[in-house]
């Protein structure tokens, strides 16, 4: 039986593996770049939200576990009773709103806005890019490092 950490950890690198697959297919120009985004987003997000979900598992100590992982602290199952919640679920709910886990969880076809360039008059909105997905994996593998050593700690 697998971690609710192992299965953040495989989803990370799941999700990684597509990022640097993606980013060499953009360096080698052969595919337009919305053809790329079409085939790599909406994979790269999925596990990179199931990572968090199982990052959030691990966090609540949850078991046993489901078959699909929630993708934010509202989908999370409340503690047993007696079982406070971690405080850090505070600072992932206000990440969910407001940081870039908001930015995940973004549906795709909503898009995010883009800041306008100079001379333009209308905003612009676009989907995640490649760079987009590259930090917010960046910021969600910190998260985790940083979490995992206070669980390991407990």
Known sequence: MSSASGLANHSLYMARL??????????RNRLEKNVLEAAFAPAVRLHLLNAYGWFLLAVVRFTPLPQQPPHS?????GPSQGIAEPNEIAEYRDLERHGWLARLQTLPEQGIERPLPPGRLAST??????????????NLE?????????LDEC
Not at 73 to 77: A, F, I, K, S, Y
């Open 18 to 27: 597509l990022l640097d697959a993606w980013s060499d297919q953009l360096s």
């Open 73 to 77: 602290t509202v989908e999370l199952p």
């Open 125 to 138: 909105v676009a989907r995640l890019q490649v760079e987009d997905y590259q930090g917010i994996c960046g």
């Open 142 to 150: 910190a998260l985790i490092n940083r979490m995992s050593s206070s």
